[in-house]
């Protein structure tokens, strides 16, 4: 190799440690050997045609030909989008508009009747507050509150309330309270909430004390009137100033305030009648109540389904009961609450329905039987302490003439705690129904089509245009029941093969499972809601 030619070289010395010794030196003493490598000084890099050699390039036939197409296939690929995106639009099933909801729409109706029972008065209803949001409830009604006694219309004050529930400040406190947590308040102004009947003969007069107190309750904050034995009044002549004094004088920006009516021993054509005649928000009436069969109530339901905006369903709370004086077992309160909770309306509870509270206990003071039992609290939160607990269905003394007083402790702890452990799994239950009903537009507000009927059950469906659609399937009787499901055609509608489980009352269906529509058998006291998806 040339002098002038021959690149420098680096010589680089690698000293090869001895893994052992560690001192540089290969085994035997001799010295590690060297290594020459090739090092250039400059290394060459390409750095791209320069602007000149890519200006020659770029006028050439060929790039320009290569150009224009690829400028073309960009807008071809952007029509394409576009028009695709049209297409689907055109073709895609339009959305149903949502129809106008009310707040009396959107959850159930919580009634309490009795303040004193439920928890000592009004201010005893704001503390609880927390425990009646947890069931999603989105009006409480109440009352009445004010001073009457039966059958004595001089006596009537509309305006104060009886001390027995509390003060006007403590009326005003819950009314903040309950609209922080979104809850309305609707209050109760029965006339002869004593006494049979309900209203005076002179209903004019009445009538018009009964308007001048709706204002002034109204001003004070509450967001509806509710009145007991509808038809006598929604036949007087003053019926349309107290419409006047709710339903009036409110803007799109304020909240509707309801007019709401009870009604009984009527047929589902009559309330029908009276919803468009009275002009009321809401009424309650007690058909599902009656010892009627699922025929009848089937026909119930295709007579007052369209009407379900202005529809509530009750089972014993336009009487005032309580669920359970029907429901005698639990599973069939369980059956009912899924069964309100479905229905085309809106469910109303009496207080204690919730936890499948008993209809008649015995009071431990005077042994004597009370219509409203007292409500129990924290069952889903603590330990029942039986001694602490004074609910319990059995008189004390009553059990000590059967019992040796060391059993007395060891039964009523026992009873208590069991009596406890299902109010627990009941509740739960009807916050799962009610957390759904507020989530699923089928359910809230969807057409509705019946599919099946006998004396002890029925079924129908829930329908709202693409959403989930939901099967409610219900045994009340005694014996085994085979539902054969039938839906009338219906555009846009079909049963499909198979739907799954959503909830059921029972652990034989489990949920998510697959059910056979066409061999659908429930056992007694059985409930399913089933749940199947748009398929277009």
């Known amino acids: 190799m040339n002098k002038d030619t021959e690149i420098d070289m680096i010589e680089v010395e690698v000293n090869e440690l001895d893994p052992e010794t560690g001192d540089g030196q290969a085994p035997g003493g001799k010295k590690n050997g060297s290594v020459k490598l090739k090092v250039p000084d400059d290394e060459v890099t390409f750095t791209g045609l320069s602007k000149k050699e890519l200006m020659k390039v770029a006028g050439t036939p060929g790039w320009v030909r290569t150009r224009w197409v690829l400028l073309v296939l960009i807008w071809l690929g952007w029509f394409g989008i576009l028009a695709g995106a049209i297409v689907i639009i055109v073709q895609a099933p339009r959305c149903k508009s ?180 009275s002009g009321v928000d809401l009424i309650l009436s007690d058909l599902l109540s009656r010892n009627t069969g699922g025929k009848e109530r089937i026909r119930d339901l295709e007579t007052l389904h369209s009407e379900q905006r202005k529809i509530g369903w009750g089972l014993g709370a336009a009487q005032k009961d309580r669920l359970s004086k029907r429901a005698t077992t639990r599973g069939l309160i369980r059956l009912y609450q899924l069964l309100l909770f479905t229905l085309p309306g809106t469910p109303v509870f009496t207080y204690g329905d919730e936890i499948g509270l008993q209809a008649n206990q015995m009071s431990n003071e005077t042994n004597q039987t009370r219509e409203a039992p007292k409500m129990v609290w924290n069952v889903e939160k603590e330990e029942t302490d039986g001694a602490k607990v004074s609910v319990g269905v059995f008189s004390l003394s009553l059990i000590k003439r059967s019992f040796a007083l060391s059993a007395v402790k060891h039964f009523l702890e026992f009873h208590l705690q069991s009596n406890h452990t299902e109010y627990a799994e009941i509740r739960k239950w009807f916050r799962s129904l009610s957390d759904l009903r507020g989530k699923e537009r089928s359910l809230l507000h969807g057409d509705y089509y019946s599919l099946y009927s006998s004396a002890t059950s029925l079924s129908f469906l829930r329908v709202w245009d693409q959403s989930k659609r939901y099967i409610t399937a219900v045994n009340w009787g005694d014996g085994l029941e085979e539902l054969k499901l039938n839906l009338a055609p219906t555009e846009g509608v079909e049963l499909p093969e198979t739907a799954k489980v959503k909830l059921s009352t029972d652990q034989e269906f489990e949920v998510d499972s697959p059910v056979h529509l066409k061999d659908l058998t429930l056992k007694a006291g059985q409930a399913l809601l089933l749940q199947f998806p748009y398929t277009g």
């Open 98 to 277: 949502i129809p106008e909801m009310n707040w009396w729409n959107e959850g159930p109706l919580y009634q309490i009747t009795d303040l004193e029972v439920f928890s000592e008065g009004l201010k005893g209803v704001e503390e609880k507050l927390d425990d009646i949001n947890e069931l999603k409830v989105k009006g409480l009604v109440i009352g009445p509150l004010n001073i009457a006694q039966a059958n004595q219309k001089i006596i009537l004050n509309f305006a104060e309330i009886s001390l027995v529930h509390g003060k006007a400040e403590d009326l005003d406190n819950l009314l903040k309270a309950a609209h922080k947590k979104g809850i309305s308040v609707v209050l109760d102004l029965t006339p002869n909430y004593e006494g049979n009947p309900e209203w005076f003969s002179d209903g004019e007069e009445i009538m018009e004390r009964v308007k001048a107190a709706a204002e002034y309750w109204l001003e004070k904050g509450l967001d509806g009137i509710k009145i007991s034995d509808l038809v006598d009044p929604s036949n007087s002549t003053d019926w349309a100033k107290l419409r006047m004094a709710v339903q009036g004088n409110g803007t799109d920006d304020t909240k509707k305030r309801a007019l709401m009516g009870v009604v009984n021993s009527i047929s589902a054509d009559e309330v029908s009648q009276l919803v468009n005649v």
